[in-house]
């Protein structure tokens, strides 16, 4: 528990820089419904970011974006593991070959967290960012492919904690999803639930360091774009299973 109250200015202006980071350019409407700060307030920080250089005002009709002195507020990160770092280059390969974005995501509690994404590099990806987004287990592909192949024990529980999630959906059917799992752990590849963003399909394989299930990588693309993604999922099982022989 800290020992003193949070710099709500500090608070406010990091909220701001957060929102603006999710969009290309973002309008001054959408980030007062986005943040819920008055739009005074919003503006003096808006203003502050400004002068510090880390935003800029694209004109007074389209909004706001940040700027590259953003990525300087990551410098002192030491950025993936080693094994991560490998697989990123893997990541990295694979959207040179194939162009749409690769990611890598962890285990975070009860969703698959996106570590690192190749979407800069990609002139096919149809978002901005989705570092640190959160994934589910049960219909993003990440979270299939993770829940497939963990341990039994661990697969265990976290289908109890999905049970337990207030998000998961009525319709969720654990015999369902293990049924599912049974064919990712067939195929050696999960699919993202095609109910969830139907316009674009994610892939997903499972990695391993030491004989140990540490990541999931994974490429999106537009489904009508690659109607058989045979050759992909080829790629995909390639890159993971490289990564393990490196790392061995």
């Given at each position: 528990m800290a020992s003193y109250k949070a710099v709500q200015s500090v608070e406010k202006a990091f909220v701001v820089l957060e929102l603006l980071n999710r969009q290309p350019i973002t309008r001054l409407r959408d980030l007062a419904a986005g943040t819920g700060l008055p739009r005074a307030t919003l503006v003096r920080a808006l203003?502050?970011?400004?002068?510090?250089?880390?935003?800029?005002?694209?004109?007074?009709?389209?909004?706001?974006?940040?700027?590259?002195?953003?990525?300087?507020?990551?410098?002192?990160?030491?950025?993936?593991?080693?094994?991560?770092?490998?697989?990123?280059?893997?990541?990295?390969?694979?959207?040179?070959?194939?162009?749409?974005?690769?990611?890598?995501?962890?285990?975070?509690?009860?969703?698959?967290?996106?570590?690192?994404?190749?979407?800069?590099?990609?002139?096919?990806?149809?978002?901005?960012?989705?570092?640190n987004r959160r994934l589910s287990l049960a219909r993003r592909a990440h979270g299939r492919a993770y829940l497939a192949f963990c341990p039994d024990e661990e697969r265990d529980y976290l289908l109890g904690v999905i049970e337990r999630l207030p998000s998961t959906a009525p319709d969720f059917s654990r015999p369902r999803l293990e049924q599912i799992l049974d064919g990712v752990r067939t195929s050696g590849f999960a699919r993202r639930d095609p109910s969830v963003g139907p316009q674009t399909s994610t892939l997903a394989v499972p990695v391993w360091a030491q004989g140990r299930l540490v990541a999931t990588l994974g490429m999106t693309f537009f489904a009508r774009s690659v109607p058989d993604p045979v050759h992909m999922i080829a790629a995909l099982r390639a890159a993971g299973q490289a990564s393990e022989a490196q790392d061995g």
């Open positions: 203003e502050t970011l400004i002068q510090l250089g880390y935003v800029r005002q694209v004109d007074r009709l389209s909004g706001y974006c940040v700027t590259d002195k953003v990525l300087s507020l990551s410098a002192g990160h030491h950025g993936l593991p080693a094994a991560l770092e490998r697989l990123a280059a893997r990541a990295d390969a694979l959207t040179r070959e194939w162009l749409w974005p690769a990611s890598i995501a962890t285990l975070d509690g009860d969703a698959m967290v996106v570590r690192y994404s190749t979407i800069p590099a990609s002139p096919l990806a149809h978002i901005h960012s989705t570092i």
